[in-house]
């Protein structure tokens, strides 16, 4: 089946600029995760969903950053006034169900921030 | 605070020859660990857990406590094993199982 997929691949905005990155997981996954990889290092925790109801964002870098999973499947992550610093990939991940740890990536969205 | 750590940046050996990928961790609890793998042009994907206790594509990795280390080892490498390869670690049985990862090393297996 398919895998997660994510979109767009690429984004470049202007400083001040606010994006949108879209996360479709695989179909039934209960799970949902952010990771933010900058260059040269591993992914980084951002904010976790199970379902609608997100859990954890103790990653989010700051009040410019929010995520939302409305219904409990395609998750949006919102980064407003974009800094440079906010240039990255950002990685979703699903996993099928609580206690079964094994996350699967999408291929991440680079974004640059001009 | 749980943290993962890869002294090294990049290991290049020759077909054939011995892999061992360094991973060291810190955290409280009893985590779970895991070796993530990343291909040219590919997403990142599971390559191990340490609970499977189980050899993947050759490569094993055996948590020890002790030193708090879970180091990746092939005995004989093969051209296709270069990659971008990440350690990481979990709580096991959290309400959150979100992964806490090392830099990553970059291992190239030359023919």
């Known amino acids: 089946g398919a895998g997660v997929s994510q979109s767009p691949r690429y984004k470049v905005a202007k400083r001040g600029q606010d994006v949108a990155l879209r996360c479709d997981p695989i179909s039934g996954h209960v799970s949902l995760f952010w990771y933010q990889q900058a260059l040269g290092q591993g992914p980084e925790f951002l904010t976790y969903f199970q379902n609608e109801a997100q859990l954890d964002k103790s990653g989010l870098p700051s009040d410019r950053f929010f995520a939302e999973r409305p219904e409990g499947s395609v998750s949006t992550l919102k980064i407003q006034r974009t800094q440079q610093e906010d240039s990255a990939v950002y990685l979703c991940?699903?996993?099928?169900?609580?206690?079964?740890?094994?996350?699967?990536f999408g291929p991440g969205t680079r974004l640059t921030v001009l | 605070a749980q943290r993962v750590t890869q002294p090294e940046k990049l290991l290049s050996v020759f077909k054939g020859a011995p892999v061992e990928l360094k991973c060291n961790y810190s955290y409280s609890g009893s985590p779970e660990l895991f070796w993530y793998v990343q291909y040219s042009r590919q997403r990142l994907q599971l390559l191990l857990r340490h609970i499977s206790r189980e050899s993947i594509k050759g490569f094993t990795a055996d948590l020890n406590k002790g030193e708090t280390s879970f180091h990746l080892k092939k005995p004989f490498a093969q051209e296709e094993d270069s990659a971008m390869y990440y350690c990481a670690l979990s709580q096991v049985a959290g309400a959150n199982s979100k992964l806490t990862f090392g830099k990553g090393i970059t291992l190239s297996v030359r023919p």
């Open positions: 991940a699903s996993s099928f169900r609580e206690g079964i740890n094994e996350q699967f």
